[in-house]
């Protein structure tokens, strides 16, 4: 079993940052790859961002270039650091480990809580 804990959310104006921290525990060493998702009001749930054990990293078009997905091994955390917020990146944030990989990629089996990320404009 992996627990994950997310923090970092809030409500931050349109310009500002956030980071967004993800500790997990358990059985860490059979982790393949961390992501962070979100899900606005009345959307489906999307991949923001992404970092293997590898340290390979991905990201969802709408944030390249304004987020950056890290990793403390030593910590066991994932972060997120999203700069240059914009009102439409307002969404309940998770965080997702994956502990299997398949042809089409890790498939995420243990998520965070979730925390809410706000941005007003």
């Known amino acids: 079993q992996v627990h994950l804990v997310d923090s970092g959310g809030g409500l931050v104006q349109a310009g500002g940052s956030l980071r967004l921290s993800c500790a997990a525990s358990?059985?860490?060493?059979?982790?393949?790859?961390m992501g962070w998702y979100r899900q606005a009001p009345g959307k489906q749930r999307e991949l923001v961002a992404a970092i293997t054990s590898g340290g390979s990293t991905n990201y969802a078009d709408s944030v390249k270039g304004r987020c950056t997905i890290s990793r403390d091994s030593a910590r066991d955390t994932v972060y997120l650091q999203m700069n240059s917020l914009k009102p439409e990146d307002t969404a309940v944030y998770y965080c997702?480990?994956?502990?299997?990989?398949?042809?089409?990629?890790?498939?995420?089996?243990?998520w965070g809580q979730g925390i809410q990320v706000t941005v007003s404009s």
């Open positions: 358990g059985r860490v060493f059979s982790i393949h790859a």
């Open positions: 997702a480990a994956a502990t299997q990989f398949t042809g089409s990629g890790p498939q995420y089996d243990y």
